[in-house]
């Protein structure tokens, strides 16, 4: 048993920012793998693009040459690109494990050169979808998410157009008529944190790039669920793919995130009764921010989540899936550093006590 319970009913899959919503998905149970009959992966669909991991022509020939080993990704690629790379690159890692599968023999059975699928799974080439769908359903990748991930990082960090997008994606139009549902864990797990996901990313974020972040975090995870409940912490596992997510949109000013717009929004502020008291407490707010903008990044959302939110040490510790008294230790270590930045002592003022013995002049 996971540690989520599965819920009465599964929410249909959010759109993309912007978009109407899609269609229900199904509701047929899925067949064992022993059961399931050797049919093309996709409607209309030949053959050759049978997961090359379950079985197959091309699962059963010998593994002969090792092949190119996969590469790192490109420098270049941005925070939206790799949220899709990623589980591309470790389906073909498994593969690759699992049946000895190699670029060549991936290429071939696809009819595309080697260099080409080099270019995709190392970032270098931004695929139309046509190609990406081809090795993704190769790869036994879950489309649908792969799909929402592909158009959202296309729109936002590679700068191509919808026409664009459009065209890529017409040769797999009737993939697209049927949208799947997400499994019944993951949407659990979604009634449970969104909010709370929703509540941090505002503190960067404004609206439209906050929806954007959550998408993709969820999204994410459904291409990586197995290896989120593998973790050692799927709390934790979760949280750190939506920070990755938000931070990639976040201004940043010589490598800190820039979060000052929430000092316009806090309880202080709202409480204020006259505008003389409320620019004062934006003052202040805002020099805590930019002194908080310092704080290593756990210690950072500890106090985003305690100061803006006013969460309990145990929400926070439930919600970033760190143990209590790290979260603790990083508050304490949080307040010093910003007592000392915001409140520093005067020039000629001696230190009360000497940190160690002999410190002393």
Same mark, same amino acid.
């Given at each position: 048993?996971?540690?989520?319970?599965?819920?009465?009913?599964?929410?249909?899959?959010?759109?993309?920012?912007?978009?109407?919503?899609?269609?229900?998905?199904?509701?047929?149970?899925?067949?064992?793998?022993?059961?399931?009959?050797?049919?093309?992966?996709?409607?209309?669909?030949?053959?050759?693009?049978?997961?090359?991991?379950?079985?197959?022509?091309?699962?059963?020939?010998?593994?002969?040459?090792?092949?190119?080993p996969l590469?790192?990704?490109?420098?270049?690629?941005?925070?939206?690109?790799?949220?899709?790379?990623?589980?591309?690159?470790?389906?073909?890692?498994?593969?690759?494990?699992?049946?000895?599968?190699?670029?060549?023999?991936?290429?071939?059975?696809?009819?595309?050169?080697?260099?080409?699928?080099s270019?995709?799974?190392?970032?270098?080439?931004?695929?139309? &979808?046509?190609?990406? !769908?081809?090795?993704?359903?190769?790869?036994?990748?879950?489309? &649908?998410?792969? !799909?929402?991930?592909?158009?959202?990082?296309?729109?936002?960090?590679?700068?191509?157009?919808?026409? &664009?997008?459009?065209?890529?994606?017409?040769?797999?139009?009737?993939?697209?008529?049927?949208?799947?549902?997400?499994?019944?864990?993951?949407?659990?797990?979604?009634e449970?944190?969104?909010?709370? !996901?929703r509540?941090?990313?505002?503190?960067?974020?404004?609206?439209?790039?906050?929806?954007?972040a959550?998408?993709?975090?969820?999204?994410?995870?459904?291409?990586? &669920?197995?290896?989120?409940?593998?973790?050692?912490?799927?709390?934790?596992?979760?949280?750190?793919?939506?920070?990755?997510?938000?931070?990639?949109?976040t201004?940043?000013?010589?490598?800190?995130?820039?979060?000052?717009?929430?000092?316009?929004?806090?309880?202080?502020?709202?409480?204020?009764?006259?505008?003389?008291?409320?620019?004062?407490?934006?003052?202040?707010?805002?020099?805590?921010?930019?002194?908080?903008?310092?704080?290593?990044?756990?210690?950072?959302?500890?106090?985003?989540?305690?100061?803006?939110?006013?969460?309990?040490?145990?929400?926070?510790?439930?919600?970033?899936?760190?143990?209590?008294?790290?979260?603790?230790?990083?508050?304490?270590?949080?307040?010093?550093?910003?007592?000392?930045?915001?409140?520093?002592?005067?020039?000629?003022?001696?230190?009360?006590?000497?940190?160690?013995?002999?410190?002393?002049?």
């Amino acid at each position: 048993m996971n540690r989520f319970d599965d819920p009465s009913e599964v929410p249909d899959e959010p759109p993309l920012p912007g978009e109407p919503g899609p269609a229900g998905g199904s509701d047929t149970p899925a067949t064992p793998e022993k059961d399931r009959p050797e049919e093309p992966a996709g409607p209309d669909l030949p053959d050759r693009l049978r997961p090359l991991g379950a079985g197959g022509a091309a699962h059963e020939r010998p593994s002969g040459r090792p092949g190119r080993p996969l590469g790192p990704i490109a420098a270049h690629v941005s925070s939206a690109h790799r949220a899709w790379l990623g589980p591309v690159r470790e389906a073909y890692l498994a593969a690759r494990l699992s049946s000895g599968l190699t670029m060549s023999r991936l290429g071939e059975a696809l009819y595309i050169s080697n260099s080409k699928i080099s270019e995709l799974l190392s970032g270098k080439l931004y695929p139309r &979808w046509e190609l990406l !769908y081809d090795v993704a359903v190769a790869l036994d990748v879950s489309v &649908w998410p792969l !799909y929402r991930l592909w158009r959202q990082a296309a729109l936002e960090m590679q700068n191509k157009s919808r026409a &664009w997008i459009e065209k890529s994606s017409a040769a797999r139009g009737t993939m697209m008529a049927t949208r799947a549902t997400p499994p019944m864990e993951l949407s659990a797990f979604r009634e449970i944190t969104e909010g709370g !996901y929703r509540l941090y990313a505002g503190v960067f974020l404004l609206t439209g790039s906050c929806d954007a972040a959550l998408e993709e975090t969820y999204d994410q995870l459904w291409l990586s &669920w197995d290896q989120a409940l593998a973790s050692h912490d799927t709390r934790r596992y979760a949280f750190t793919v939506l920070r990755t997510a938000v931070m990639a949109r976040t201004p940043h000013i010589d490598g800190r995130p820039e979060f000052s717009e929430a000092a316009f929004d806090t309880i202080a502020l709202q409480n204020a009764t006259d505008a003389g008291e409320a620019a004062e407490q934006v003052a202040e707010t805002m020099a805590l921010f930019k002194a908080m903008s310092r704080l290593p990044d756990n210690q950072l959302d500890v106090m985003v989540l305690r100061v803006l939110h006013g969460m309990t040490h145990e929400d926070v510790s439930h919600f970033l899936g760190q143990p209590l008294p790290k979260v603790r230790s990083d508050e304490r270590h949080a307040i010093r550093f910003l007592e000392d930045t915001l409140s520093p002592p005067f020039p000629d003022e001696e230190p009360p006590f000497p940190d160690e013995e002999g410190d002393q002049p």
